[in-house]
């Protein structure tokens, strides 16, 4: 019996991948969370961070999204995730002083704060 399950990530203009695999960990609200097959489902929402997919070692860069576990079926939606492979250093760049000049006006909410925080040190940490 296989331990995979499916997953596929959608944006709003296309599919960007559909495989099967053994683990997926999402950057959740609660904090990051590991997917497995038979896991419960589940509805919850992204966070900035990296999608890491196991077994395809692919991983994915999301501001939000939501996400959707049931049937042995992951479905992330969201229209901000890229694959890191595909994203160069000067756009990480151009990403992180965006968020910072963001987070020093004052009308920035708390959550809105928390938010780029996540962002900027996802950014910050990506190996490319």
Known sequence: MSDK??????????????????????????????ILKDHIPLITFLRPGKIKIKDINEEFF?????????NNNLLILSST??????????????????????MEES?????????LSYKINTLKNLNL
């Not at 399950?5 to 609660?30: M, N, Q």
């Not at 999301?62 to 959707?68: C, L, T, Y």
């Not at 009308?107 to 938010?115: M, Q, R």
């Open 5 to 34: 399950f499916t997953v596929e990530i959608i944006s709003p203009d296309r599919s960007i991948l559909k495989e099967d695999t053994t683990e997926v960990i999402i950057p959740a609200y609660e904090g990051e969370m590991g």
């Open 62 to 70: 999301a501001e939000e999204g939501i996400v959707e576990f049931a």
């Open 107 to 115: 009308k920035v909410t708390d959550k809105e704060k928390y938010l």
């Open 81 to 102: 995730a890229k694959n890191i492979s595909e994203i160069d250093k000067g756009s990480i760049e151009a990403y992180i002083t965006d968020a910072q000049k963001k």
